[in-house]
């Protein structure tokens, strides 16, 4: 195939040279690749539509796709840099549908949950694209569990099955959208098999940031399951298959480090500490905790963290207050909102009642119990003495009215 330079291209398309980099940086100009410093576009390539004038608009409005093939665009290369999501929900106003459903994802990342649900309705409303409509009912999914609501996320399952999918990538994608759904109340059972084994080909590389994510939550879900005696592996039990998960999500963070893949780096970074902090590995944990706060406070993205306080119990409100204590004072409130919204969803799904009346304490002494943890051992991993653990293993039972074999069923 024969290539231009940015030059080149500029002078053909009688447009600056400034102008024809944006392009191909914001994925506009079909083929172009980047070595280096500089941009090899397509000699074939056709010259994108303008969407700053009146009549780009019209056309951008009438058919324009979304600038990445994915449902999630804040986890693509599009968003790159801490501290810069608004500048970059800004920069695609050339696109609405795409601006819209970008800045709805960092309304969720910061906990903005109202505003995340007009969004996703103002996207399913407008009779959107394939992947706006997944991405908006996603969205809806995850309204659905800080509110608590069982109706809202059925009905967010219904409108990404009833997305105007063309082929069969589409369907993949569609497939993963919604076992996606339901790894967010931690059912790991529908996810298809090309998913289970990590093989991502059957959809856009733009998503493969999104699925390695998915793919670390559903290896976490597993093993916690298992853990819990929830779910039957052969030749594994207890911990063990934890414990070499991380294995799997380590070289998922370098991955998203070196792509600058901010969002995917946060949430892979929270899902390996809480593989190890369950694990009882406490300073690898806080090594990525430490980091994934690093990445998300520029953006005051304190809805992941605050999603992140569940699985990690005490560690994150540890690790924040020594950052920033105004920051932890926010994300607190937004945990309790989620923790409500999730307990309540989750408990109705699953056919439980999650109890939310326990401190985070005495749930991750219920958690290592339930793991099957001796008394001894429970001391040992979270550094209390042998008195404290059987206190706090008698106020679990009291408050659940259930034995310390029926702790599964509450957390």
Known sequence: MEYLKIDEAARKWAIGVRRVQILCAEGKIEGAVRFGRSWMIPKDAKKPV?????????????????????????????????GTADAVGESLAYNHEAQVLFEAEVAYSRGEIDKVYESANYLLGK??????????????????????????????????AEAPAKNDNDRDVMQ???????????????????????????????????????????????????????????????????????????????????????MSEIYLRLTCAAIYHNCGKEEDAIYHIDKAIELALPDRFYGVL????????????????????????????????????????????????????????????????????????????????LSIVKQAIRIVSEKSGLPRSGFAAIL
Not at 53 to 71: F, Q, S
Not at 332 to 354: A, F, M, P, Q
Request: hydrophobic share 45%; aromatic share 12%.
């Open 50 to 82: 303008d969407g700053r004038t009146k009549a780009g608009r019209a056309h951008v409005n009438e058919d324009m796709p979304l600038p990445r093939k994915t449902p999630f665009l804040y986890m693509t290369d599009l968003y790159h840099t801490p």
């Open 176 to 262: 993963l959208a919604i076992s996606a759904v339901d790894i967010m109340v931690y059912n790991v059972e529908n996810f298809p098999e090309w998913f289970k084994k990590g093989r991502f080909e059957p959809i856009h590389k733009d998503a493969y940031p999104a699925a390695k994510v998915y793919y670390a939550k559903y290896l976490y879900a597993l093993g916690y399951a298992v853990a819990m005696g929830l779910v039957k592996v052969e030749g594994t039990q207890g911990l063990y298959i934890m414990s070499v998960i991380s294995f799997s999500v380590e070289p998922m963070i370098s991955w998203a480090r070196a792509n600058n893949s901010i």
């Open 127 to 160: 009779h959107s694209g394939f992947y706006a409509v997944q991405s908006a009912g996603m969205l809806l999914a995850q309204c659905a569990v800080w509110k608590g609501d069982i109706n809202m996320w059925r009905r967010a399952k219904v409108h990404i």
């Open 306 to 385: 605050a999603e992140y306080c569940r699985a990690l119990d005490t560690l994150m409100e540890k690790r924040l207050s020594l950052v920033d204590a105004s920051a932890w004072a926010e994300i607190k409130k937004l945990y309790k909102i989620y923790n409500e919204g999730w307990s309540k969803l989750s408990g109705t799904v699953r056919g439980k009642k999650i109890l939310t009346t326990l401190s985070a304490k005495e749930r991750e002494v219920a958690k290592l119990a339930a793991f099957g943890m001796s008394n001894q051992e429970i001391a040992d991993n979270l550094g209390l003495s």
